[in-house]
Each structure stands twice: as structure tokens, then as C-alpha cells.
């Protein structure tokens, strides 16, 4: 299967939502120093795990400019990513760190920071046609992983599937086309985690299904 291009998985100039444009255009003013436009995936080109967040944190990726790195939730991703062998440090500090994330990618369903961290659903589906791209290079037996609700549903209306037949919840797993697994997760967001609606052994089980399907024993 030959890849789709950069420039349809992803792009840096992207201004296709007015509301969100115009955003970043005033943070960008307000922090000059910040990232402050669409957020790249990082990671592996051709990944057998792929991590599907919501969308860019304001003083986290969105400043940062690498996913989930400088925010709350990207503390427990990074590390359940090293511990399950998927990231070669526990720390995501900088786009410049030199992590380097192995047989994994991290994208978000919305690439842009959207107001108050709420993407709205014509935002969300306008950015699907990135993600839709992205889901399309993957192999045979690729693993996707959405956190979160919105995530979760991104990922079905990419690959065409119906939400009712492909129910969200925390360490459930659904077939994709080609061979390929969804799993789901509860957010590793800060509220999730300090309100203990995900735990870090709640994290790992689900990185610990992910592990399983790639190696075989799923």
C-alpha cells in the first residue's frame, strides 16, 4: 500500500476554520513565543501503534508544538508510552528533546487549538479528512488507539463505520478495515486523572492490549 503524501496527512498552513484561525492568530499575538499553529503528528512514519488525541493544549502542544508534550496529560501517555516500549524517554519537555517514539505516532482529531479546548463538530469533521489520510498508511495490524469519546467517533467516521455498531468505552476493542484494531481509552487528561475515572493501571491495561495485538498475542 503506498503511502498518502505529507501534504495530505497534514498542513502547517491549514486555514480552513475561520473560528479556529482566528484563534491561534490572537494567541499567537498574546504568546509570541508560542507554536501557536496546526500541531504535526509525531512520531514514526510507519507506525504499528497510532495514539488519536482530541486536540492541542494551550500552554502544551499548542506551545510546544509537539502533541501532548508540556501539558498534564502528556505526563502519563509519555511515560505508559517508555514503559510499554514505545518511547525511548519517559519525558516529553520539548519539540527538541530528542525523544524519539518508536513504531508509534501521536495525532490529534483536530490539529489546531480550538477555544476553551472545545473543538466544535464542524471543525471536527473538517480536520477528519487529515486523520481519514493518516488511518489510510497504516499496515495490516496496526494498532489505533483513540482517548476519548470524540476520538473514538473521529476515527469510525474516517474509516466510514457506523458509531452504533462501534460503541466507546474504556479498554474496548473494535476490527478496522485492512486487518487493523481500534482500541479505546478514557483520556489521560488532568480531570480524568485526578478524578480517578482513569487510573495509571486503567493506562496500562489498555497499552498492555495495544502491546499484545502488535506482538501477536491479542
Avoid at 512514519?45 to 493544549?57: H, K, N, Q, R, T
Avoid at 476493542?173 to 484494531?181: I, K, N, S, V
Amino acid at each position: 500500500m503506498s503511502r498518502p503524501s505529507t501534504s495530505a496527512v497534514f498542513d502547517l498552513d491549514c486555514r480552513r476554520c475561520p473560528r479556529l484561525s482566528a484563534f491561534l492568530d490572537q494567541v499567537g499575538q498574546a504568546h509570541p513565543d508560542y507554536h501557536a499553529r496546526p500541531v504535526a503528528p509525531f512520531g514514526a512514519d510507519d507506525p504499528g501503534l497510532l495514539v488519536v488525541g482530541l486536540a492541542p493544549g494551550m500552554h502544551g502542544a499548542n506551545a510546544s508544538g509537539r502533541p501532548f508534550t508540556g501539558d498534564h496529560a502528556g505526563i502519563l501517555l509519555y511515560q505508559t508510552l517508555h514503559a510499554f516500549g514505545f518511547a525511548s524517554a519517559p519525558q516529553s519537555r520539548a519539540a527538541d528533546d530528542g525523544l524519539r517514539l518508536l513504531d508509534c505516532r501521536i495525532t490529534n482529531t483536530v490539529k489546531c487549538l480550538p477555544p476553551q479546548n472545545k473543538p466544535i463538530g464542524e471543525e471536527i469533521r473538517t480536520c477528519n479528512a487529515f486523520l481519514q489520510a493518516e488511518l489510510a498508511g497504516l499496515r495490516e495490524g496496526a494498532v489505533v488507539l483513540a482517548l476519548g469519546s470524540i476520538a473514538h467517533q473521529a476515527v469510525l467516521r474516517a474509516f466510514g463505520l457506523k458509531l452504533k455498531d462501534h460503541p466507546f468505552g474504556h479498554d474496548v476493542q473494535h476490527a478496522l478495515p485492512g486487518g487493523r484494531h481500534l482500541l479505546a481509552s478514557y483520556h489521560c487528561s488532568r480531570y480524568n486523572t485526578q478524578t480517578r475515572r482513569l487510573t495509571e493501571a486503567m493506562f496500562h491495561a489498555v497499552f498492555a492490549r495495544a502491546r499484545g495485538l502488535l506482538d501477536g498475542h491479542g
